[in-house]
């Protein structure tokens, strides 16, 4: 202990401001009642147990101002902690909701400055300087060296005398800063950013990007937009004249006073390929723009306040906006972005600094808002201790691009280069974008409405079966499901098929011991386990495992442990497990929130027992019909040229035989014939489709039919001969 003056024990900092009560500032109820109240029914129940009488206690509220304080804050925003009044446990009943309080009621409002936490309860010991003095301050009246704090590395870079480390300049920080306070009041005023957008795109030629596609992938201006993506119109690949140029438009529309920096030190840069934060109209959800603001807006009021409430709301609003398609780790940029003093940016050069430099878990850079919330507290920790390599997010994202250069700090060294995002799914040699228009444009007679909430329904759920009778194209389909989902069928690293059959077995699509070329068992990974490494190393990118005939083997027993964390609620490394053949005693595994699985079944097998339960609440189920219809049709007289009567009395035979197969009591509407069975190829060249079509019921039908009633021939021929009726 460093000061004498300073007993051993616990001290506590709590709020008491609550928006789901009347008054929402509880502090004169506890005051009279001579309590303090937890404000939430399922947190920190045992964090309030663990108060013990005798500790002491202190209610405050926190905020971050520019101006009012009794120093230069040389335009940045400052934590201030306001402590209102003070008092000792009195009487813990161990439920986790209250403690009785003797309260003294300070006579005026105290004002803490920095080092003001990070959670409506704060436990402090005094451990270090910084809390001994907090502590003195607090409960035996003394003042703050507010010098001392300003001039410690985790604030000099904004508030010492005399900048540690002048080879590193932030001033950008107090613009972007501005900037987004500034953007937050247009979320009701979208028409006039996107009328300032076309405006500077006259000017600009760099920001011709911001085009939005519509479901046939055509050009058409943007008629929405989000915080970040206008962020990133001056985060991206361009010259710093240019991107000062670029800020300073929006500034001037948005009102900020702030000068436009002219220096960009270590902030990461969009991939020029992928600089939006949004998917295109073709593609998006109605929600996904507006989830963008939602975080943006909840970002921005976390960073200015204590509260547990404003931040459970954020990593709600992060988890939400994280999962909308491309976006991923690069929200996180746009975080840092407006609010730099407060958001790490998990860019690649970031991640990697993280993991190989500060020793980090790299779990924490494919988790959701809580392990991302998580993470702020743990590196805010490390920012105090002297010792620690950087003392500041904007020190951090500026270093680990340094480092990873192998570069000495040097001044002219102040901005990462363009395409910087490392993990942006978009790599710098373009790939086509594939959309659900493209599936139906290959051959698929499914609506692009039902499609589209098929991709949704997907997305929402992490695990998609398509089951349906023979011939319904349920593999092709998938196959295109995916590529709609990955938004490109040129990825071929983000998809992987395979087929399950009845002695598929947990070593195989898991993990087991195989042996190797020296006759020794070595642990060899399955195939799911490929998939979730390659989807942990590229987490902005969507991956999907495709699993054919799913059914066809026993899926409980061959996903084993890991059926529990294919769960759509259990993507998080929190809930990982450790493996049936772990590599080392604490290694555990969890399937990563961008592993997407796809499933076939085919319902005519009737080798196949009824599906496990557990299995099939895990996984979305859309159940794929006999399709000659209209569009069937219309595909097939402009793909292949077949005469519309030819096509009419196909589709009339084609739907009387599934009729009389499934009014059968033997067989049912699962054993219908699917439309593949009457469809050429795509890519087939049919130079007499009447000639084609009796080959297939020869070779294909015929055999089927015979399968289906090999106890009746009669049928099998009474059904043949109706299908060909009026076919030479």
Known sequence: MADASVPEGQYWFVGSFYPDRDPHDQTERFIADGIWENGFEDRDLDTVKSMKVGDRIAIKTTQVRKEGVPFDARGHAVPVMTVKAVGVVTANPGDGRSVGVEWTRLESPREWYFYTGRHTIWKVTPSHWMREAL????FWGEGQDTERFRNDPAWAKRFADQDPKPEQHFGWTAFYE??????????DKRPKLLARLREMQERHEELSFLMDRDRRDNPMPLRDICPFTIMGTFNRGATPAKRTEIAAGWAELLGVKAPAPTSFDGIPLLNNQN???????GTRQKDDIDSLWDVFEAAIAATGTSEDHERLRFAQAYSRARDIYRVGTKLTMGLFWIRPWSFVPLDGRSRQYLKTELMLDQDFFAAD???YAQLLDTLASKFEDPQFAVHSFPELSWTAYLERDGRAAQPEAVARPESEDDDDPTPVSPQASYTVHDIV?????????????????WRSKKNLILQGPPGTGKTWLARRLAYALIGTRDNKSALRATQFHPNSSYEDFVRGWRPGSDGKLTLVDGPFLEMVER????????HVM?????NRGNPVQVFGELLTLIEAGKRSPRESLQLAYPRSGSESVHVPSNLYIIGTMNLADRSLAIMDLAFRRRFAFVSLEPNVNDAWEEWMAKRHNVAPEDLERVRHRFEALNDRIAEDPALGGEFRLGHSFVTPPAEEHVASFNDWFRGVVDTEIVPTLEEYWFDDTAKAVAATEALLDGFA
């Open 535 to 542: 989807a942990n190393a590229r987490p902005d990118v969507p």
């Open 441 to 457: 444009t290959d051959g698929c007679f499914i609506p692009e409405p039902a499609l589209n909430s098929y991709l949704a329904r």
């Open 546 to 550: 495709l699993i054919e005939e799913i």
């Open 135 to 138: 502590i003195r301050f607090a």
């Open 275 to 281: 600089s939006w934060f949004f998917p295109t109209a």
């Open 369 to 371: 808002g809580s392990a």
């Open 178 to 187: 501005e900037m987004a306070t500034a953007l937050l009041a247009y979320r």
